[in-house]
């Protein structure tokens, strides 16, 4: 089936598959993927979240968060603890090497950030952000 140029689903999608892989080709000098920094920077900025939390801001299903956790916690970046010994609760905090990694990450990140908006202009992409976000907050 071809595709319809009024299909707005597939069109935001591709959009997303094609940012996704600009932001992951610069973060992958630090060894991160998009998703990988997005909640590495949700926790610094928090300083700890549930599981729950974390799944909640991000829109994620937990088991989504599970699996993109894991590498994170392997490479010692990510830790997990208990909110009290008798909860099942798992609060998330960054490692000190965690830390360093995503402020290192920070310069590819805005790397990424000003090759987009050199090649989609300044204007639309504040645009295209304000719309995005409006979409989001429905």
């Not at 094609?18 to 998009?34: C, E, F, K, M, P």
Request: charged residues 30%.
């Amino acid at each position: 089936m071809p595709f319809a140029p009024e299909d707005d689903c597939f069109a935001i999608r591709q959009a997303a598959r094609h940012v996704s892989q600009l932001y992951d080709r610069h973060l992958a000098n630090v060894g991160l993927t998009i998703t990988q920094f997005s909640i590495m920077g949700r926790i610094r900025r928090a300083g700890r979240l549930t599981m729950k939390q974390l799944a909640d801001e991000m829109v994620l299903q937990r088991t989504s968060l599970v699996r993109a956790i894991q590498p994170l916690r392997r490479d010692g970046l990510v830790f997990t603890d208990s909110l009290e010994p008798e909860q099942r609760a798992l609060v998330l905090g960054l490692t000190k090497d965690g830390e360093e990694r995503i402020l290192a990450a920070r310069q590819h990140w805005s790397a990424a950030q000003d090759e987009f908006e050199q090649r989609f202009g300044l204007a639309r992409a504040a645009a295209l952000r304000r719309e995005l976000l409006a979409l989001t907050q429905e």
